[in-house]
């Protein structure tokens, strides 16, 4: 069974940075795609980017540029650093892992974190 567990989330001020990070335990995943999505108040889950089970990378169109995916060596750890965050980044980041990259849509990753909170003051 995959264990995802992220952290690094927390109340920052407009115009600052965070990394956040998710660490797999259970089995190796240095062969699943990973990804990050996000859910604000009141919304749908939304993709945010991922890396494939080949090393590719996606990112969701509305939010590329100051999202930035990557994974250490061993892909035992998932990072995503937000840059310039905005009231409209106020949402719970989730981690997810599937065994190959098959799209954007929630139902097509197969394993989730219990999601960090990113809260931005304005």
């Known amino acids: 069974q995959v264990q995802l567990v992220e952290f690094g989330g927390g109340l920052v001020q407009a115009g600052g940075s965070l990394r956040l990070s998710c660490a797999a335990s259970?089995?190796?995943?240095?062969?699943?795609?990973m990804g990050w999505f996000r859910q604000a108040p009141g919304k749908e889950r939304e993709f945010v980017a991922a890396?494939?089970?080949?090393?590719?990378?996606y990112y969701s169109q509305s939010l590329k540029g100051r999202f930035a995916i990557s994974t250490d060596v061993a892909k035992t750890t998932l990072y995503l650093q937000i840059n310039n965050l905005q009231p409209q980044d106020t949402a719970v980041y989730y981690c997810?892992?599937?065994?190959?990259?098959?799209?954007?849509?929630?139902?097509?990753?197969?394993?989730w974190g219990q999601g960090t909170q990113v809260t931005v003051s304005s």
């Open positions: 997810a892992a599937s065994l190959r990259y098959t799209g954007s849509r929630t139902t097509q990753w197969n394993y």
């Open positions: 259970g089995r190796t995943l240095s062969n699943y795609a």
């Open positions: 890396i494939d089970e080949i090393g590719r990378y």
